[in-house]
């Protein structure tokens, strides 16, 4: 079912309850959750077409193995920031994962061939309240350690409340093999040298090499690791294995300084 024909379906029911006729609120979010049910969303660049049908069944996965509950992943496809913005707002209010499939940098979220920002940190205010358990950011240094108080990473976490995995360096993956694996690369002895440069310059801190797969946890949570950040390691992984490694061991992950 295509994206304009469920909208088409939300607003047909929504001008129906509005006249009474079902018993139900008359927005068209309501009507989306009680007739076009989905739990998660995976929102990809079109460029990345092939990888979204293993994120989906990756999430789906995960939403059955950690909520014991059968999981419903929605995949919206975009091409630049107008489209992204509405492809989230369109998302029902309640999202156990939301998977973020799309060039980056620091900064925010980058477009076809990621030489331009599509969205930033301060178009936050335009995306609606979700109310998500977690976030995945697959664009290549969304997550960098150096600008960690100002990243994308970090600036989804706090607006949404949500722990957020993001890359510490550029993440790579096979379109040839759609392997459905995502690694953060960033050492200078890395075969494909570009990939270093790209994490490279904005390393302000002398490191040597990335972090890896990092975890922002919301400065604004009331549990324990609030506002805390968090190394899963460096390497490759599918996005289940991502998303277990932090919900299943957070208290064995390498915590690292925020500030």
Known sequence: MSKNFKRMLAMIFAIIMTLGVIPYGNSIETVEAAFISYDS????????????????????????????????????????GKEFIEAWNYM???QKVVVID?????????????ENIIF???MMSQLKWKNISYIVLLGCNCGHYDKRTTNIARAFS???????IASDGTVLTSK????????????????????????AKYNT?????????????????????????????RGTYTVYE???????????????SPK
């Open 158 to 164: 706090d607006r949404f409340g949500v722990p957020v």
């Open 41 to 80: 969303t995976v929102i990809y660049l079109s460029e990345f077409e092939g990888e979204q049908s293993k994120i989906a069944a990756d999430v789906d996965k995960f939403v059955k193995n950690t909520f014991n509950s059968s999981s419903h992943t929605n995949i919206e496809k975009i091409k630049n």
């Open 242 to 256: 991502l998303l277990n490694t932090y919900s299943n061991k957070p208290g064995y992950l390498t915590p690292l």
């Open 176 to 199: 040839k093999h759609n392997t459905g694996k995502f690694e953060s690369a960033a050492v200078k002895s890395y075969f494909w040298g570009t990939y270093y440069e790209s994490w």
């Open 120 to 122: 930033s940190s301060s």
């Open 205 to 233: 801190s002398g490191r040597s090499d990335g972090y890896g797969w990092l975890v922002y946890t919301p400065k604004n949570s009331s549990n324990a690791y609030q506002g805390k950040l968090y190394q899963i390691s």
């Open 102 to 114: 799309t060039h980056g940098d620091p900064s925010g979220l980058c477009g076809i061939g990621g």
């Open 92 to 94: 029902p209010s309640n």
